[in-house]
């Protein structure tokens, strides 16, 4: 391709107030353009990566035995996986009041479509796989294209009737992700993504770890063990207070509503304190209950309710269940429908808590005196704590999610008849790339102050032949040798023929990140030209005929 036929328009200067370095890289390359926060238009070369990136993933499919499908954008609401979470699906009604959401999730949509066309034994096992654009009306969008509104994933679909089949599929698809990321230079970490520590694992996030990440995971150097921050059980690691129970007291608390205000107040530690935190769950108000300076861990909430939507109670819910504003709920005399009581909060002495009164607390609480509810583990993680395997510190680390493998959670529904006749269901597995967030990822973590590395897999070009002065007739005619001679082999090779200083030509060729540059200049009347690889700095004069052995490993 030549670039005066190509349209790749680069900046010296990103547009907009993208914070997040690499996507200003790729506006300034001319790869995307945003058009409103969390929706991108990808340019030609932005597109052609894309395209690269899914090609290498068919090609894995191809060792998997997979067939390709192609999902609707547009699912209606009853086989949308999550259409209960309205926060997050894009949902609207046609003109007869039917609704849709646009993909947010294909499972249960494949599912219905299966449960009419696998009946029998033979046809399983059976691995589909799908690239589609997925939806997400996300509350606040950031950090470019890792929390897009719009996106692209690619997604694979396993289908077994004997756990032996399962596991090997498993096994499978866990080797193709890693196949994959290992061409894009992605040096990924699996991380659990399960509650139970001890369990055989049948849940793995792929994460590339980077501080600009919007991924937390737990790392314990001393046993290996890595967990999503927000499914990882939290060990105890606390005694039982000895302290005397003391009279529980109400004291005046005015305009006091908030953890740190309460601190400054009573000029003591937020680990005496304990906040109630008030949430709906399927239409039943949940108290769940942490040390001051602990988070409620959300998830862990929801999977112990088995919830299919929660969130935080409005100013009215919270009214109702504790007479009180905001900010003065506590476990004595709410009238929430469950209370959960993190088990930290046992091993406490004489707590302060909110005494379900607006301007008011209460003094010298203790559990199983004074008030009860379910004990499990609701929080969150902290570095403070120990590994829920061996008990050594921990560390919590940033990241990038770019895929993740998963058994099916629930029953799809599909069933088939196995040899003896006997009715029985499908084991199902799925696993899911960002496609989008693999491009993001790879700017990510290679990018330098003068633009992007690309992998050779996936740069936009392999080759960028410069003509330093297309006004020198001979520069003009090597260049184009090369270039045909290169084309000729298959390597994808751009020539930059415009009419630039070779300075701006040199500056969009890093900006632009294509991995190798042959310059043809003024050494040109000698016999050389000079290649540079892009993620080198200097660069190595070569004779015009040995430039295709020189370039041999590209292919």
Not at 86 to 102: A, H, P, V, Y
Not at 193 to 210: A, G, H, Q, T
Request: proline content about 2%.
């Amino acid at each position: 391709m030549k670039y005066s036929e190509y349209f790749i328009p680069t900046l010296k200067e990103a547009i907009g107030n993208e914070e997040n370095e690499s996507v200003k890289l790729m506006i300034r390359a001319g790869l995307i353009r945003k058009v409103v926060s969390g929706v991108y238009f990808y340019m030609p070369a932005g597109y052609k990566i894309l395209n690269k990136i899914e090609s290498l993933l068919r090609e894995e499919m191809k060792s998997l035995k997979a067939n390709e499908i192609l999902n609707p954008k547009l699912i209606p609401l009853e086989l949308s996986l999550k259409e209960e979470d309205e926060d997050e699906n894009i949902c609207f009604k046609d003109r007869n009041g039917r609704g849709f959401s646009l993909g947010t999730n294909y499972e249960k949509l494949i599912f219905d479509i299966l449960k009419s066309e696998i009946k029998s034994y033979k046809s399983l096992p059976l691995m589909l796989y799908s690239i589609d654009d997925e939806f997400r009306d996300e509350r606040r969008p950031r950090a470019g294209l890792l929390r897009a509104r719009e996106f692209k994933t690619f997604n694979i679909y396993s289908f077994n009737k004997l756990e032996e089949d399962f596991d090997e599929s498993f096994g499978k698809m866990d080797l193709a992700t890693k196949s994959f990321l290992k061409k894009v230079n992605l040096e990924s970490i699996k991380v659990r993504c399960d509650y139970d520590p001890l369990d055989k694992i049948y849940s793995y996030d792929y994460v590339v770890e980077s501080e600009n990440g919007d991924y937390n995971y737990v790392n314990c150097e001393n046993c290996g063990y890595k967990s999503a921050k927000d499914y990882t059980a939290v060990k105890i690691d606390c005694i039982k207070d000895e302290d005397n129970l003391l009279e529980m007291k109400k004291i005046s608390t005015p305009d006091v509503r908030t953890i740190d205000e309460l601190v400054s107040f009573l000029n003591t530690s937020a680990k005496k304190f304990a906040k109630t935190l008030i949430y709906t769950a399927d239409e039943k108000t949940v108290a769940v209950m942490v040390r001051g300076d602990r988070e409620v861990n959300e998830n862990k909430v929801k999977k112990y309710l088995n919830a299919k939507d929660m969130k935080l109670a409005d100013e009215e819910t919270i009214l109702k269940v504790t007479n009180a504003q905001v900010g003065f709920a506590g476990p004595v005399g709410i009238k929430a429908d469950i209370l959960l009581v993190d088990n930290e909060i046992t091993y406490m002495r004489n707590i302060v808590v909110g005494a379900n009164d607006t301007g008011y607390h209460l003094i010298n609480v203790n559990y199983g005196r004074d008030f009860e509810g379910i004990v499990g583990d609701f929080r969150n993680i902290t570095q403070d704590d120990l590994c829920p395997v061996c008990g050594s510190k921990i560390s919590i680390k940033k990241g990038i999610k770019v895929a993740s493998l998963n058994k099916n959670e629930y029953d799809s529904g599909i069933k088939y008849r196995d040899e003896k006749g006997e009715e029985k269901s499908v084991l199902t597995a799925l696993c899911s790339i960002g496609i989008s967030r693999v491009m993001s990822a790879v700017s990510e973590i290679s990018h330098d102050d003068r633009g992007i590395l690309w992998p050779f897999e996936i740069a936009p070009f392999k080759v960028d032949v410069i003509i330093a002065s297309v006004k020198d007739e001979l520069q003009v005619k090597v260049a184009h040798e090369i270039y045909n001679n290169l084309k000729n082999k298959g390597i994808d090779v751009l020539m930059d023929d415009r009419d630039e200083r070779a300075g701006v030509k040199f500056n969009d060729a890093d900006l632009l990140g294509i991995p190798v540059r042959i310059t043809v200049g003024k050494k040109v009347k000698d016999g050389f030209v000079e290649v540079k690889l892009r993620s080198e700095e200097i660069s190595k004069d070569v004779k015009i005929e040995d430039v295709l052995s020189e370039l041999n490993y590209l292919g």
